[in-house]
Nanobody, 117 residues
Framework: QVQLVESGGGLVQAGGSLRLSCAAS????????MAWYRQAPGKKREFVAR???????VYADSVKGRFTISRDNAKNTVDLQMNSLKPEDTGVYYC???????????WGQGTQVTVSS
């Protein structure tokens, strides 16, 4: 049974930083591309960043230069370091395995990030 558990969210002022973590179980983690997504209030869920099993990274234009995705294959975790946060980064953040234009697994509970101006 696949489980994706996100943590690390919180309330932060604009310009601040947060580090999110996603713990995956029930999958062969090391060969999976992992990705972070977010959903702002009233908006569709959107892609934020992804990292391949070998560490190749891709970022949404809106977070390039501010966010860094990383993974620890020994711990089955993928992190998202978020710096220079903006109010528009507010939302619920989720991790998953990308599959085509969608995702492979059911969504976890996500972790709330709120950036105040």
């Amino acid at each position: 049974q696949v489980q994706l558990v996100e943590s690390g969210g919180g309330l932060v002022q604009a310009g601040g930083s947060l580090r999110l973590s996603c713990a995956a179980s029930g999958i062969i983690f090391s060969d999976k591309t992992m990705a972070w997504y977010r959903q702002a209030p009233g908006k569709k869920r959107e892609f934020v960043a992804r990292i391949s099993g070998g560490g190749w990274t891709v970022y949404a234009d809106s977070v390039k230069g501010r966010f860094t995705i990383s993974r620890d294959n020994a711990k089955n975790t993928v992190d998202l370091q978020m710096n220079s946060l903006k109010p528009e980064d507010t939302g619920v953040y989720y991790c998953n395995v990308p599959l085509g234009s969608g995702t492979r697994y059911n969504w976890g509970q996500g972790t709330q990030v709120t950036v105040s101006s």
